[in-house]
């Protein structure tokens, strides 16, 4: 007689097959709409659920298992309920014991392979199982050290990000070149060194006879495919499976699932394609969409009562979906709100980021008064590096929060180091920093610069890209701060900088128990509020500007659809022009809203009216500004340019240059006697991004030249002449113009070239 797979050590309930079946097992159905009722009666596989979001997704499936269980159709002990995180293991089967199937397990896929191996591992292989590595950096540290190369800890998370994403799609060391390239996905470094990287780590595993979590679901595939008297009693075992999330399973778990599903097994699978956003990590909703083709046979069930939000949230993400594009658009749910009608989704463009925090964060005081609790409002952002200006915004009104999903702002081990580094030069005295200015900002970007830190953003996402944009908000800061101490009559000293990030930290260190949720969209995933507050909505954020691909732009609009979807009641949207005071405001709101929000259009995605709700909500033209000039396009390959940088040179970073080098450097002689003359730095009269604009695409004339971003109506009268006369090959003539900065649309209301705000 073979023996049993280990279950938890709990007791049976008296309903199941011994009993035969409670004379109340439709009790279980009562209270489920429709839909639902048809998904927990569906009892033999395989079934399908496309589940929308707040459409009650885990309580239909939970039901589905204890009506199983409840009628005899089920033995506890043969479920086995899959899903992603512990968290909503837990919740299943805390519901599965309320509904009276004690037993049944709920577990995540690596909790279940884990239990499989212990146990399989002594017969299949032999000896006790390799112990499992709980932490792969320090081993990948090691294996980068031996490959010669020198990382920073950051790299490391992003270097084992790779591991896990090549393990997942199953991907060899050897072949994981090719296979980055042929996915369109952008690696942290050279591909044939991150290849290296991996294939010395995994000998060092083995080495040390230790394995990772990854492979817990190759070596229990592996055995369960080569040893069929096992997989013979393990498919014996568990005959009845529910995975949930079905959206996000990787190759490596469909192989899995695969060995544990038999000929006679139910399989029931769970999911939305509209909500999956970890393609990152080697998630896929193919397996979703490609299952009625592999399945024939199967009922499908689709669930769109939304019990969750209110019409007008619905409608907006309803809205989103409708203009998606790609496999998983094919697939969408058009949901239907079952909850009686709320406030309308709320628009507003702010002048600059901290504008737009302290805004967020009145509104939010006002939400409180009127009675929504502080555990029920959110503020959800795209990265995490967005969090430091709310977590200010809101200690300044007193507003207890908490983060999600990642340490508070001056907990950061990045920004713990900076602050060490700041405080060392400032005893030190700026004359001891080498910069090119006697701003502040270049003080900083000075200072974090010996870590590493530089203007431009590195490429791709990941930890290196979060580590930057943490050091660059405090190079926001620094312009933000001596702008307003300046305004005060006040000097703006290293020293005083630092004395400030300190009081911001105090602030922000205040224990919060009943707080607002700052958190990241990712991080949102599975949750749910009465009040999201959507900030920081505009193109390069959302989608973030390393989405290059379709399909990486569509992932973007499907995390603003998770976004907006966990609202409840309250919705509100907004974005910011400019990302400091003073700032140019060059940016425009995601493109996802067009057609959507007040004032714009599907096609055209005019831009929504500026100053505060009122001016939102009429949408139209800004206050005070130009009209929208449209998107501005490559003139190389056409691509749509997000960048400022990009959009100034008009051509992608990737396509080829056209500049007249000499040119150039003309330019830049007229421009450095420009700034001597009047004792102003160089970028006051224009950056270099603009003189390199000029140069690739030399105008003959002024209405040519005015076409360039950066060249607006007053520098156009200041400059113009010259300019026009070194592009014709000619020295300029006349009196040399004092600088200024008071027209919007030129450069001197910008940063220097090598500001954050590029």
């Known amino acids: 007689m073979q023996a049993q797979l280990p279950v938890p050590d709990e007791p049976r309930h008296p309903y199941g097959p011994d009993s035969g079946g409670p004379a109340d097992a439709d009790a279980v159905l009562a ?17 399908c659920v496309l589940a929308g979001a707040g459409t009650g997704k885990t309580r239909a499936i939970t039901h589905r298992i204890a009506y199983g269980v409840r009628s005899g159709v089920y033995r506890p002990q043969q479920v086995l309920a899959v899903t992603f995180t512990a968290r909503a293991a837990g919740e299943m089967r805390g519901r599965l014991r309320q509904l009276g199937a004690e037993g049944v397990q709920a577990r995540t896929f690596h909790s279940a392979a884990l239990r499989q191996l212990q146990y399989f591992w002594p017969r299949a292989v032999g000896g006790e199982v390799p112990r499992l590595l709980e932490r792969k950096v320090q081993l990948v540290a090691e294996a980068a050290g031996r490959c010669g190369l020198r990382v920073q800890r950051t790299e490391l998370r992003d270097l084992t990000g790779e591991i896990e994403w090549s393990k997942v799609t199953q991907i060899v060391p050897e072949d994981y070149p090719a296979a980055v390239a042929k996915a369109g996905r952008e690696a942290p470094r050279d591909a044939a060194e991150i290849s290296r990287v991996y294939g010395i780590y995994e000998q060092l595993k083995r080495d040390r006879g230790v ?52 000929p006679g097994s139910s399989l029931c699978v769970v999911g939305d394609a509209s909500q999956t956003i970890y393609s990152f990590t080697g998630a896929t909703p193919d397996y979703l969409l490609g299952f009625r083709t592999r399945h024939p046979d199967a009922t499908v069930v689709k669930l769109v009562r939304d019990y969750r939000s209110t019409p007008e949230v619905v409608h907006l993400a309803n809205g989103l979906l409708a203009q998606a594009r790609g496999q998983a658009a094919q697939h969408r749910l058009e949901l239907v709100s079952q909850r009686d009608a709320g406030p309308d989704p709320v628009y507003t463009e702010y ?36 969090s430091e200006v709310y977590e200010q915004a809101l200690a300044d009104l007193g507003l207890p929060y908490q983060l999600k999903g990642a340490e508070r702002f001056f907990e950061r081990p990045e920004i713990r180091e900076a602050g060490m580094l700041l405080r060392g030069a400032a005893r030190a005295g700026a004359d001891t920093l080498a910069v090119d200015g006697p701003d502040l900002a270049a003080q900083v970007r000075a200072v974090l610069a010996t870590r590493g830190f530089t203007p431009e953003p590195p490429g791709g996402s990941g930890a290196v890209r979060e580590r930057w944009e943490s050091l660059a908000a405090l190079v926001r800061l620094a312009e933000e701060f001596e702008s307003a101490q300046r305004a005060a009559g006040r000097d703006a000293d290293l020293a005083a900088y630092v004395a400030e990030l300190d009081g911001r930290a105090n602030a922000q260190h205040a224990p919060a128990v009943e707080g607002v949720t700052l958190a990241s969209l990712h991080a949102a995933k599975g949750l749910e509020w009465d009040a999201v507050f959507l900030v920081g909505l505009t193109e390069g954020m959302m989608p973030i500007t390393y989405a290059k691909t379709d399909e990486q732009i569509e992932e973007e609009r499907r995390l603003l659809y998770v976004g907006v979807t966990r609202a409840r009641v309250h919705l509100s949207l907004s974005w910011a022009l400019a990302r400091s005071p003073g700032g140019r405001a060059g940016r425009i709101p995601t493109r996802f809203l067009d057609g959507l929000r007040p004032g714009s259009s599907a096609r055209s995605g005019a831009r929504a009216g500026r100053g505060g709700h009122a001016g939102a909500e009429a949408g139209g033209e800004r206050a005070g500004g130009r009209r929208n000039r449209g998107p501005v396009k490559c003139r190389v390959c056409g691509r749509a ?54 140069a690739e695409d030399p105008p003959g004339s002024e209405r040519e030249l005015a076409g360039i971003p950066g060249v607006g109506p007053s520098k156009l009268d200041k400059y113009g002449a010259d300019v026009l006369s070194l592009c014709s090959g000619e020295q300029p003539v006349g009196a040399v113009p ?9 450069d001197g209301g910008e940063a220097p070239e090598n500001s954050p705000e590029k």
């Open 738 to 746: 004092e600088p200024s900065g008071d027209d919007p649309g030129d």
């Open 351 to 386: 002048t600059d980021e901290p504008a737009e925090a302290e805004g967020t964060a009145h509104r939010i005081r006002e939400l409180l008064a009127r009675g929504v609790r502080a555990s029920e409002i959110a503020v959800l952002f795209r990265t995490n590096g967005q």
């Open 211 to 262: 394995i990772d979590f990854e492979d817990v679901l190759l070596l229990t595939a592996a055995i369960l495919e080569d040893r069929p008297e096992i997989s013979e009693q393990v498919r014996a075992q568990y005959q009845h499976f529910t995975v949930d999330e079905y959206q996000d399973v990787s190759p490596l778990q469909q192989r899995l699932l695969d060995q544990w599903v038999g």
């Open 641 to 694: 340019l997000t960048e400022a940088v990009e959009r100034k040179l008009r051509r992608c970073e990737g396509c080829p240059s056209s500049m007249d080098e000499a040119l150039f450097e003309r330019l830049r002689e007229w421009r450095s006697e420009q700034a001597r003359t009047h004792g102003v730095p160089a970028y006051v009269v224009f950056t270099d991004a603009t003189l390199m604009a000029i």
């Open 31 to 47: 209270g489920l709409d429709p839909e639902q009722r048809a998904v927990a009666t569906a009892l033999h596989g395989p079934v």
